[in-house]
């Protein structure tokens, strides 16, 4: 025997397909018993979905940016397990009561959130009071997040290294709202500190000949060192070969330039000629810089005073190689140790104050506040919680009638992938899907057997997205690429929509009635359209053709030959009478066998119609019952099980028609309308003449009395419907 069913499940049909009804919490705690076979969907996107991201963030447990099937049952047996009573998934709602919430660790998250915002002792707590999290957070110094403020420090010294730290890099946000420092930041800054720190302890008497001064005088001669460098390499080479002083004291050709500018002391030119004169042995002059660059003449100044006297013990007029090797000499081991510095942005502070730091307790002080932030971990946790037990109270069931079944979108209570409502063309489109790429959302969607619009839309703040909007009601006459419509989002705002893009299914049976005589009618409009341009082509050659004749009609023209008396042609005329009996003939049998159907003439007319309009019709049904809403959402990253029908009936409710409402008074005079002709005259005249004519030839006698006969009233002339055919009078002679 089989074993009976842990659970006993209700289903319900809709989109042809057996959708599970979600009655109560009983079947969401057994939720994982039901056959994923059974599921309208195996997965969604995360995103382009009518629901709290938050929500969908909580049950992305891999943050792939897709709910999946195990991630959503886990979801349920989270919440089901989480509240007193899990019928409240169901039901709805934006809040709880304390005694509602089953586990104590977030009955405490949720009273410490009370607490925190003023409320203690209150029984109810809903979204609301978890919108600002640094509102809960506002009045606490710690709060499990591991960041901590400079508010957050007890003494003033503490607090003015947590500012130093911000100073120097990037600030970590508390849940508060408030900038902190956590582990890494501090970590990092006193790395920092202690490497400057440490380096500076690293200089001795070598490094630092001068003591503090050494770093000016070294800072006065790398100024310039490049540039004496190459003044004495000059004087070094002119010292072998005399011909090289003028060579290497600047061309005449770098000298005419100069000629012929606006000289200034910043020009690059100037400052790329020779610091001084070139001459053999020659000394660099450092009095009043006289002899020297004027480009460089400010440097050089600097350097005379900073580095020349406390190197080299005393002023000097001149700078000779022997003196300029000897300062480079003494402030080697201080170049060599500054190369050594440690970079970082701690630097900026100063060194007397990383010292004042270094020396100090505040790294460790501001660690024991770190723990102390983090011991609350656990206790901040509850909140986040909290909020999540609140997202899935309010959403959670939506989101299974979004997903388990359908039964959101088959009753009619707005989808979470219908994204608003598009107005146009004097209908309005309820099934409207955001897509990121209509092309390749196209290439998949086509196969969903809707006729589809892709319509680009825009709001004036520049803000843009692409819907597609399923037309299921009226015609697509008027629907073409470029026309303009209103849609309208979930939150209420408008957008501007221009159809981009249309992939075309028929829209009802309705609309393939009358496609056959539209499109009839659409073909002799272009005939008719074709011949009238012929025509107008024509009379407008004859008119050129005539003005050209009057232009020239002072000229002599050649005698004209009279024209020829035209002949009759027997022939045309036989053929003529030939054609026109012919066609008398056909429309004589064609109203003889309609009027010989008696009582059974209406049903004539419905078999030409159906005739007619059949075969489109026919296709129209094939086709709508192959609607399918899987495609739809397949190409927007959903993973549908199995199919999703759109029938007829369902598909005229997605699309609002334009209709007068209800009670409404309507006057049908238009001032403007244009005169009408007696159709109706019209029609009944030709009636009468086909009555006559059916009278005539004998094909109503059956239905007549006998006095109103054809054969008693024209006597012998027509005997019977049965007799032999109307004698043609001979052809006159």
């Not at 402030?331 to 500054?338: S, T």
């Not at 809403?629 to 609002?656: E, H």
């Not at 059916?694 to 006998?706: I, M």
Request: with cysteine; hydrophobic share 45%; aromatic share 6%.
């Amino acid at each position: 025997m089989k074993t009976p069913p842990k659970h006993r499940w209700k289903f319900h049909r809709a989109g042809g397909v057996d959708q599970v009804t979600l009655r109560d919490g009983a079947d969401l705690a057994h939720l994982d018993e039901l056959d994923p076979k059974l599921w309208v969907a195996l997965a969604m996107p995360t995103r382009g979905v009518h629901l709290e991201p938050k929500l969908l963030d909580a049950i992305d447990a891999d943050k792939d940016g897709r709910v999946r099937l195990p991630e959503v049952l886990s979801a349920v047996r989270w919440a089901t397990a989480s509240l007193t009573n899990p019928d409240d998934l169901l039901k709805g709602g934006d809040r709880l009561t304390i005694q509602a919430i089953k586990d104590p660790t977030l009955q405490a998250g949720a009273a410490r959130i009370l607490q925190n915002l003023g409320r203690s002792g209150a029984q109810e707590i809903t979204i609301e009071d978890l919108a600002d999290t640094a509102k809960i957070f506002a009045e606490t110094k710690f709060n499990g997040d591991g960041v901590v403020p400079a508010e957050s420090a007890e003494d003033e010294a503490t607090r003015q290294v947590i500012a130093d730290i911000l100073a120097t890099r990037d600030a970590v946000i508390d849940r508060s709202g408030k900038p902190g420092v956590n582990a890494a930041l501090t970590d990092a800054f006193f790395a920092e500190v202690e490497a400057l720190t440490a380096w500076e302890k690293s200089a001795g008497a070598q490094a630092l000949p001068l003591g503090a001064e050494t770093a000016v005088a070294a800072d006065a001669t790398r100024a310039v060192r490049a540039k004496i460098d190459d003044f004495f390499t000059r004087c070094r080479i002119a010292a072998v070969d005399a011909r090289a002083a003028a060579a290497l004291s600047g061309s005449d050709a770098d000298l005419a330039a100069l000629a012929m500018k606006d000289l200034d002391a910043a020009l690059q030119e100037v400052a790329r000629l020779p610091l001084a004169r070139i001459e053999a042995g020659g000394a660099l002059p450092l009095g009043a810089s006289a002899g020297v660059n004027p480009a460089w003449s400010e440097a050089v100044r600097t350097f005379a005073a900073a580095a020349v006297p406390p190197l080299l013990g005393g002023a000097r007029a001149t700078l000779s190689f022997e003196d300029w090797t000897t300062i480079k000499s003494k402030l080697a081991g201080y170049e060599a140790w500054r190369a050594n510095k440690p970079t970082g942005a701690a630097e900026k502070l100063g060194l007397e104050r990383l010292r004042a730091i270094a020396a100090g307790d505040a790294k460790a002080k501001i660690a024991g506040l770190i723990q102390k932030d983090l011991a609350l971990e656990a206790e901040s946790a509850q909140v986040a919680g909290v909020e999540k037990l609140l997202l899935f109270q309010r959403d959670l069931g939506r989101l299974l009638n979004n997903f388990v079944n359908f039964s959101d979108f088959y009753g009619r209570r707005g989808a979470v992938f219908q994204t608003g409502t598009l107005f146009l063309d004097g209908r309005g489109c309820n099934l409207c899907l955001e897509v990121s790429d209509a092309a390749k959302h196209g290439a998949l969607a086509a196969m969903a057997g809707a006729y589809l619009a892709y319509c680009d839309c825009t709001r004036p703040g520049g803000e843009k997205k692409t819907i597609v909007a399923a037309f299921t009601d009226g015609d697509s006459d008027n629907l073409l690429v470029g026309r303009n419509g209103i849609f309208f989002d979930r939150l209420g705002r408008d957008w501007d929509a221009t159809i981009t893009k249309i992939v075309a299914n028929p829209i009802s049976i309705r609309e393939a009635f009358w496609a056959p005589y539209k499109k009839l009618v659409r073909l002799i409009e272009e005939q008719v359209g074709k011949r009238a341009a012929k025509a107008d082509a024509e009379a407008n050659q004859k008119i050129a053709t005539t003005a050209a004749q009057v232009a020239e009609s002072d000229k002599e023209k050649p005698a004209a030959k009279a024209p020829e008396p035209s002949k009759i042609d027997v022939g045309t005329v036989a053929a003529i009478g030939v054609a026109v009996g012919g066609i008398g003939a056909m429309l004589t049998g064609i109203l003889a066998a309609f009027f010989g159907l008696g009582l059974w003439m209406p049903l004539g007319v419905l078999a030409v119609l159906l005739l007619i309009s059949g075969p489109s019709m026919l296709l129209a049904f094939i086709k709508l019952r192959q609607r399918n809403l899987g495609p739809l959402l397949d190409a927007n990253g959903w993973a549908i099980n199995g199919r999703a029908r759109i029938n007829v009936p369902f598909g005229g409710a997605l699309t609002d028609v334009a209709r007068l409402p209800p009670g409404a008074e309507r006057s049908l005079k238009d001032p403007y309308a244009e005169k009408s002709r007696p159709w109706g005259l019209y029609t009944c005249f030709l009636v009468l003449v086909a009555v006559g004519f059916a009278w005539y030839v004998g094909r109503l006698d059956r239905y007549l009395p006998p006095r109103v006969q054809v054969q008693n009233v024209l006597g012998r002339q027509i005997k019977s419907a049965s007799a032999a055919p109307i004698p043609v009078p001979p052809p006159l002679k």
